[in-house]
């Protein structure tokens, strides 16, 4: 069973940056994506950014492109959110997934079999 352990998460200012880290382990899943969702308090689960690492590809939505990046170590099976000029709207639960999406669900929930407990992320005004 795979397990997806994230890190980093906590209390950050306005317009700061943070790290977020997620580490797979106990299972496969075929080497095909991980990435990033969130939550914020009240709204749906969003789409963040994903790796697929049979492609070496990136994607990043569009709400968060140039303030948010992607990167991870295929070999260690871990994956790093870098979040950068924050704002309280990016408060929110921050989960790490893993799957094996095909291209039209690479954005979708339903594309990862795996999912992290999730870490929350607090952006004070």
């Known amino acids: 069973q795979v397990q997806l352990t994230e890190s980093g998460g906590g209390l950050v200012q306005t317009g700061g940056s943070l790290r977020l880290s997620c580490a797979a382990s106990?299972?496969?899943?075929?080497?095909?994506?991980m990435g990033w969702f969130r939550q914020a308090p009240g709204k749906e689960r969003e789409f963040l950014a994903t790796?697929?690492?049979?492609?070496?590809?990136?994607y990043i939505a569009d709400s968060v492109k140039g303030r948010f990046s992607i990167s991870g170590d295929k070999a260690l099976s871990a994956i790093y959110l870098d979040m950068s000029r924050v704002t309280p709207e990016d408060t929110a639960v921050y989960y790490c997934?893993?799957?094996?999406?095909?291209?039209?669900?690479?954005?979708?929930?339903?594309?990862?079999?795996?999912w992290g407990q999730g870490t929350p992320v607090t952006v004070s005004s």
């Open positions: 997934v893993a799957g094996r999406p095909i291209l039209s669900s690479i954005r979708s929930m339903g594309g990862y079999a795996h």
């Open positions: 790796i697929r690492w049979s492609v070496g590809r990136t």
């Open positions: 106990g299972g496969s899943f075929g080497g095909g994506a």
